[in-house]
Nanobody, 126 residues
Framework: QVKLVESGGGSVQDGGSLKLSCVVS????????MTWYRQAPGKERELVSSITPDGTTTYLDSVKGRFTISQDDAHDTVYLEMNNLKTEDTAVYYC????????????????????WGQGTQVTVSS
């Protein structure tokens, strides 16, 4: 059974930093990419960042230059390093992956997650 577990959330002040981790466990036989989403109260979930197995990354415009996504060599842990955090970054952050799908990975680094973690709260105060 595939499981994604996030950690590293917490409360920081404006301008602070946090590093989120997502550990992927279980029998993984295919990986089309991993993502970090977030959902703030009263708002829709949004894609923050993604990374494909070959290391191609994408970022939400509002986090470019502040957030960095990475993965370890075994691709079983994905990180989201968040610097210069702002109050508008407050949200529950979810790790999600396109894993163990029988279909070929989509072109252009498009990742459609089918496994999700439980989320970790990030709160940034002024």
């Amino acid at each position: 059974q595939v499981k994604l577990v996030e950690s590293g959330g917490g409360s920081v002040q404006d301008g602070g930093s946090l590093k989120l981790s997502c550990v992927v466990s279980g029998n993984i036989f295919s990986n089309c990419g991993m993502t970090w989403y977030r959902q703030a109260p009263g708002k829709e979930r949004e894609l923050v960042s993604s990374i494909t197995p070959d290391g191609t990354t994408t970022y939400l415009d509002s986090v470019k230059g502040r957030f960095t996504i990475s993965q370890d060599d075994a691709h079983d842990t994905v990180y989201l390093e968040m610097n210069n955090l702002k109050t508008e970054d407050t949200a529950v952050y979810y790790c999600a992956g396109d894993l163990n799908t029988e279909d070929p990975c989509l072109d252009g680094g498009i990742i459609i997650p089918n496994y999700w973690g439980q989320g970790t709260q990030v709160t940034v105060s002024s």
